[in-house]
Each structure stands twice: as structure tokens, then as C-alpha cells.
């Protein structure tokens, strides 16, 4: 989880790209995303007001209400003022260049390894999709239960879940039990 961190305060965030890479990277970090999700989010499902995010899953189709935190709010504030185009488009992150518009279902993963190899980091995974594990072990780390993660993350099973969590192995001696030791009896 610290690496995370370390890769989200290394993106330059002075320049329009920094600031629409930054977003998009915190908001996997902050609420597990799917990459198609990022790419799919419009102005529409920022609820200033309501201090929400709400979406349609992409891969699921099913809705999710998550709350705008302050830091995830200060991104998009910064990126939508200082980062976006001027556009018609209704999609909320936009290409940095020509022509303008959406951006490819492959972006995110592009930004996330073009931004891992610029930090110097050990990362292990070359996929924007690593950080969407490292958020729900962060969330299981915390306490939070496998069906809460399971549901933000839009699992349909806590099965599903389980399989993200399968490298948690500090977690799993974390709750294991002590094998009885057979007493020898003469």
C-alpha cells in the first residue's frame, strides 16, 4: 500500500497530462475502479453537491454510489480547471492530444506503465489493475469485511473476492489457528 502511495505523489502534477493521470490513478487507488470504468465515467456522475461519485459498473452493469472524498474531489477540481480541454465531450478524462476526445479502453493501463517506469518503483505489475488489488488489501488489512469489499469492487461472490485477496498470506497467519500437538501417551 505504501507503494502506491509513493507512485501517486511522483506523477507530476504541473502539467494538464499529470493532472488527468493523477485522478485517474487516485480514483482506482481510492475506490478499486476498473480501468473500463474510468474510462467510461462523463461530468454527469461527479454529484458536486451530493459530495458523490455515481456510476453504472461497466463490466457488471450494476449501479455504484460511492462518496467523494476530499482528496479525490481536489483531483478532479484540478484536472476538470487546469487539465481538461475544452470539449463537447460528456467523458471525463480526456486524450491529452489530437485529436481530441475519449480515451481507448488501453489508457489507463498505458498512463499506469508509463508512470511506474518513471518512478523508479519495484513494481511488480505492469497493469493499472494491480491497483485495484493493492485497494482491497488495503480494505481487508483495515477490517473491512470480504462481502463489503466483494460489493464495492462489484464481485458477485465473496468467492470472487477471495481470489484478489489470495496473495494475503500476512493476513491469513494473521487468523490461523495453533495445531494441537499429539501427546504421546505410554
Known sequence: WETVGQLLLSIDRTTAPGRRDYAMLLLIATYGLRNSDIVALTLEDIQWRGETLQLT????????VLP????????????????????????????????????????????????ARRSGLAIPFQGAHCLRHSYALHLLHQGVSLKAIGDVRGHPTVERTCGYLRLSFQALRDVAL?????????
Open 178 to 186: 495453533p495445531v494441537p500437538r499429539e501427546e504421546n501417551q505410554a
Open 57 to 64: 459498473q461497466h463490466k457488471t452493469g450494476q449501479p455504484l
Open 68 to 115: 467523494l472524498t476530499n482528496a479525490v474531489g481536489t483531483a478532479l477540481l484540478a484536472y476538470l480547471r487546469h487539465g481538461r480541454p475544452p470539449s463537447t465531450c460528456r467523458q471525463l478524462f480526456l486524450r491529452a492530444r489530437a485529436p481530441m476526445g475519449p480515451l481507448a479502453r488501453t489508457a489507463v493501463t498505458d498512463v499506469f506503465q508509463a508512470w
